[in-house]
């Protein structure tokens, strides 16, 4: 069975993470959407809310597909969850060239601690290369309109957030 993992903070999920999601699905018999718990970020959304939007959209990505998608909260290093989840590879979004120089540092890392799991790169598609969470959260919490971004289900829980 061939196990990919497909790590961030998801906070929230957009719909180029959705995008990613169901291209790297194809590659993969079972993907693992590692949801981080990164307390350094200052999530606006908790872990549960965050597992939850991700479990409530890969579930109609899962049934379309026939890949079995299921959400891992992780805290821990990024290859030990790999290794914890049984991941042969690592799936990870790119938007920018600012992206592939974070990235490309992190595959270097990764590969020095465990040279049997792989890295691959999904370009994200070009009318998703804008979309970040971080400005997703952004718009919304300042009133604008963010529904081009999220699907449906997310947008109401930022709404909710942001009154």
């Known amino acids: 069975m061939r196990i990919g993992l497909y790590p961030g903070t998801f906070d929230p999920i957009t719909i180029g993470h959705v995008d990613i999601i169901r291209r790297a699905s194809a590659l993969v018999d079972r993907l693992v959407i590692g949801v981080a718990i990164n307390r350094d970020k200052g999530p606006l959304f908790s872990l549960e809310e ?3 939007m991700i479990e409530a959209e890969c579930a109609r990505l899962s049934d379309q597909t ?3 998608i299921i959400a891992h909260p992780f ?9 914890d ?3 042969q590879v690592i799936l990870r979004g790119l938007r920018a060239v600012a992206d592939f120089e974070y990235e490309y ?3 270097g890392m ?9 890295t691959v ?3 994200a598609e070009a ?6 969470s971080k400005l997703v959260k952004e718009i919304a919490r300042l009133g604008g309109d963010v529904s081009k971004f999220v699907t449906p289900a997310v947008l109401q829980a930022l709404q909710k957030k942001f009154g």
Not at 75 to 83: H, P, Q, S, T, Y
């Open 66 to 68: 026939g890949t079995e």
């Open 85 to 87: 989840v049984g991941a």
């Open 110 to 118: 990764n590969r020095a601690m465990d040279d049997s799991i792989e």
């Open 50 to 52: 965050r597992v939850s």
């Open 75 to 83: 805290e821990n290093l990024l290859i030990d969850c790999a290794k």
């Open 127 to 132: 009318r998703h290369q804008a979309v970040a």
């Open 105 to 107: 540092q992190m595959v």
């Open 121 to 123: 790169f999904l370009m």
